[in-house]
């Protein structure tokens, strides 16, 4: 009895949605059975939209991956009870959510066309960074690796705490070197946490929406905008099946991406108990 809240809270907030969205993808304006909506989906302009969302979710998944497995070794390799280390997991825990139109007021304030950062510059060395930069793609690969970061320390510290000090000193034992260490143990143990908070980060990446829609007000460059158009325009009617089927996109390259997670969890389990 004791799993029934959990269940309930997954029926009513993952499966019904999930389903929802999966019938209306089928269906046409008078609720008849189409594939019209998912034959949308090929156009080129919504595939260039799936082909940005992907783009900028791996940039910013790679880039917060390796700069915070950085971190994470850096934490991990510390006085585990020390202050560094809960100060740094703190502050994580914390930017790690700190996104949405919170997170893109923040960016505004600082180095946008008035920022902070964009008038000390402009007043002290002449240098303008302002620009439409901020509001584009590339704008988005920075203000998501603000929040991909701080995650990835904290979905990675756990796997690099996993990593027993016995193993260094057999390898010692046997001759090895720091590098045989590295190749022969503790690469191989890690890659296969690593690659799966890399895929958590380009499935939190690529289903991220409130920042995206809150520094991009013109057009849809990427899926979840694209979805917004599709239920909201004042221009396109009729489309909001549509939108489903994008969403149905998303759920199935999300799915997939948590299936290979999963997958590399369990790869992971073996050594990191």
Do not use: H
Not at 21 to 27: D, E, K, N
Not at 122 to 142: C, F, H, K, P, R
Not at 163 to 179: C, D, H, I, K, N
Request: net charge neutral.
């Amino acid at each position: 009895m004791g799993i029934v809240p959990f269940l309930a809270y997954v029926g009513a907030f993952l499966i019904a949605p999930t389903v929802v969205v999966v019938v209306a993808a089928f269906l046409d304006g008078e609720q008849r059975f189409t594939l019209a909506n998912l034959t949308e989906i090929a156009q080129g302009y919504i595939s260039r939209t799936f082909w940005s969302s992907f783009v900028i979710s791996a940039a910013s998944a790679v880039i917060g991956a390796v700069l915070g497995a950085v971190l994470a070794y850096v934490v991990a390799t510390g006085n585990p009870t020390g202050a560094v280390r809960q100060a740094i997991t703190s502050a994580c825990g914390v930017l790690a959510q700190f996104g949405g139109v919170t997170l893109a007021f923040a960016f505004i304030a600082t180095v946008g066309g008035a920022g902070l950062l964009t008038t000390a510059l402009q007043n002290t060395v002449g240098v303008d960074i302002s620009g439409n930069w901020l509001y584009e793609l590339t704008g988005l690969v920075l203000v998501y690796s603000y929040f991909q970061i701080p995650l990835m320390v904290l979905v990675f510290l756990p796997a690099l705490d996993g990593v027993r000090p016995q193993w260094r000193e057999a390898t010692e034992t046997l001759g090895g070197t720091t590098w045989d260490y590295w190749r022969s143990v503790a690469f191989p143990i890690l890659t296969p946490p690593f690659l799966g908070a890399l895929l958590l980060l380009f499935a939190n990446a690529f289903s991220a929406y409130a920042t995206a829609a809150a520094l991009i007000s013109q057009g849809a460059p990427i899926v979840p905008l694209q979805i917004r158009t599709a239920l909201t325009s004042e221009v396109l009617l009729g489309r909001e099946n549509v939108g489903k089927a994008l969403a149905l996109g998303m759920i199935i390259v999300v799915a997939i991406v948590m299936a290979l997670n999963a997958y590399l969890q369990k790869r992971a389990s073996r050594w990191l108990r």
